[in-house]
């Protein structure tokens, strides 16, 4: 029986960007379902076992699809219409990518959108609810995606403020050492925040708004004693939070607000016996009206596919450590325990 093959009419101006630099997204494709592909002018032909030609040739024309729709392929794209179609799902990925899904534009004019089905689901949530929790491993894009929600929703007067808020805990190294005064102790704290804020809203509006005190970043702790209304709220590392300072944090949001939440409970810096608030406030409010929570998995990852891999390995890792250990006993043990 000879080799299966399908051909694909990849459009001319678009075959650089579907292939990417040195083919370098065509081969992933051709790795993950064993074939092969040649191409010829515009057509390109997939050789191999009929059932992985037929699911390669999908990806394709979801890739070919989110070129048309003026995406730069990226490794993310990739990998994720890969996972989408190992369940059937691959047409999902070309339609998450429309004008629909736009939350905003970075100041260098770089679309800001869902790029998987979680974060859409994370985005409809905070459309519809006043408090979202975000909840899942790093780079699912959890706190980018409050901070686009929180900066459009401020630039369309929607809220008359933004505040942006992390607990200041030590991961590894005391405050006490670092030098400077306790804003300046603080600051690496909130360095990721100042980074969004930076590339979606730019410097100058950014600190202009800051002067004017219309965007605060401050730690958690500066939250107390006080009531926020019209206000976007993002709480970000919300997993190093206490029970008591996430009940203090929830019972600030004031009329016209909305806050979002966001945190990795595999990546706890709390003293070893403490219980996260994030946690806690998880199995509290499960069943709150207009409370949404959302959580994200290492399908969601939208950095370098490396990082992907190292969350699917810890993740295992964790699992593995956490199964109860069987005991084993040497002969005289097993005399002594009869």
Do not use: W
Not at 93 to 116: F, Q, W, Y
């Amino acid at each position: 029986m000879g080799t299966y093959f399908e051909n694909i009419t990849v459009p001319s101006d678009h075959i650089q960007n579907v292939f990417g630099q040195y083919d370098k997204n065509i081969n992933n494709i051709g790795k993950a379902y064993h074939v092969a592909f040649v191409l010829r002018n515009d057509t390109l032909k997939v050789m191999g076992e009929e059932s992985a030609v037929k699911r390669a040739c999908s990806v394709v024309n979801q890739i070919i699809k989110l070129s048309e729709n003026g995406t730069d392929i990226t490794d993310q794209n990739v990998n994720y219409a890969i996972s989408m179609a190992k369940k059937g799902t691959e047409e999902v990925v070309s339609e998450l990518d429309n004008d629909k899904n736009m939350i905003c534009h970075t100041v260098n004019g770089k679309p800001v959108k869902a790029k998987t089905l979680g974060q859409k689901k994370y985005i409809d949530a905070i459309d519809n609810n006043m408090i979202v929790f975000g909840i899942g491993p790093a780079g699912t894009g959890k706190t980018y995606l409050a901070m686009a929600k929180a900066i459009t929703a401020f630039k369309n007067n929607e809220v008359n403020r933004i505040i942006l808020t992390r607990p200041a805990i030590e991961a590894g190294e005391k405050l006490g050492f670092l030098p400077g005064d306790l804003q300046s102790k603080v600051d690496p704290y909130l360095r990721p925040l100042y980074d969004a804020l930076y590339e979606i809203m730019g410097a100058e509006a950014f600190l202009k708004n800051m002067e004017k005190g219309l965007i605060e970043v401050a730690p958690l702790a500066y939250m107390r004693g006080r009531t926020l209304d019209n206000a976007y709220i993002v709480l970000d590392e919300a997993q190093n939070t206490t029970p008591a300072q996430m009940k203090m944090f929830l019972t600030r949001i004031g009329f016209g607000s909305k806050a979002i939440i966001t945190g990795d409970l595999s990546q706890k810096d709390l003293p070893k016996d403490a219980q996260s608030g994030l946690e806690v406030a998880v199995k509290v409010l499960n069943k709150i009206e207009d409370i949404s929570i959302v959580n994200f998995t290492s399908e969601d990852v939208v950095r370098h596919p490396l990082v992907q891999k190292i969350v699917n390995a810890y993740e295992a890792y964790e699992s593995r450590q956490s199964k109860p250990k069987k005991q084993h006993y040497t002969s005289k043990e097993k005399q002594n325990n009869k």
